[in-house]
């Protein structure tokens, strides 16, 4: 059985404001040591109770930030960008499931850092259905047949979660109190909830469906400001909702929409605000 994680940073225990995750931050050191060490209670659990490979996807900003000499020497890293569906390269339907680790409430929302890949988006939208990073990673893997099992992060990304996948089983490893402050297990503690959990997600998971995106969606971002969506609406094949900072896709299947939001949110990043 093989295991598939994708591994953000923003609800990894203990890391309550941007110092932690940004590599040019004084705390950002400390902040990868403990992602590695989470990911590394999965891990061991994931071989515990029955996986036989676990593939991990460094999911976070340069996406180069797990620390490989610490990592589970069992497991297989995919790490650094620039990658073709970056959140879940590597995700297909060998998988029997996926686990998100570190995961963060979407934009415009209560919860520990929240945002959509940039700061720039207020709201992803799948046809009509409002996602975040985790919604929308969650129908890549539908996409392939592939079950998400288990989110960890904050109380609001795993409450986030659970309004989308019935049955997932979550592991709140701290509680929102602010954007910028948390109440946080400490990372042993964070650890033992995280092996329990990982156990009890693969024990159940026969009762967790893919979350099946729809045919031929329609992708909507929602820019904070209207010169992000210009930017944005540079990719061929987007339309502009006039008199909104809304810029509008048609795709031919999730793929194709993860792509196309790979490409405009990196383009409408080149807005200044000088």
Not at 134 to 145: E, K, Q, T, W
Not at 209 to 217: G, N, R, Y
Request: hydrophobic fraction near 40%; proline fraction near 5%.
């Amino acid at each position: 059985m093989k295991l598939y994680l994708s591994v953000d940073m923003e609800g990894i225990t203990g890391l309550p404001d941007h110092t932690y995750v940004d590599s040019h931050k004084l705390n950002y050191e400390r902040g990868r040591r403990i992602m590695t060490q989470e990911t590394n209670y999965v891990i061991d659990a994931a071989y515990t109770h029955g996986c036989e490979e676990v593939l991990i996807n460094d999911s976070h900003s340069k996406m180069n930030n797990l620390l490989i000499d610490e990592l589970h020497p069992d497991a297989y890293l995919i790490t650094g960008d620039v990658k073709p569906y970056s959140m879940v390269q590597g995700l297909d339907s060998g998988f029997a499931g996926a686990m998100f680790l570190g995961y963060h409430a979407k934009a415009a929302q209560p919860g520990v850092m929240s945002h959509s890949m940039i700061f720039g988006v207020r709201n992803f939208y799948i046809n009509d259905k409002s996602v975040g990073e985790l919604g929308f990673n969650a129908y890549v893997a539908g996409h392939f047949g592939v079950p998400l099992l288990m989110v960890a992060g904050d109380d609001k990304a795993c409450e986030e979660a659970e309004e989308l996948i019935p049955n997932i089983t979550t592991a709140p490893v701290k509680q929102y109190i602010s954007r910028s402050s948390a109440k946080t297990l400490t990372p042993k503690k964070a650890g033992e909830l995280l092996q329990q959990q990982t156990k009890v997600a693969l024990e159940n998971m026969k009762n967790v469906e893919p979350l099946i995106p729809p045919k031929q969606p329609t992708l909507r971002i929602e820019f904070t400001n209207y010169g992000e969506a210009e930017w944005a609406n540079l990719m061929p094949g987007t339309e502009m909702e006039p008199g909104t900072p809304t810029v509008k896709f048609e795709a031919k299947d999730i793929l194709e929409a993860y792509q196309a939001m790979l490409v405009m949110t990196e383009l409408a990043m080149h807005t200044t605000f000088r």
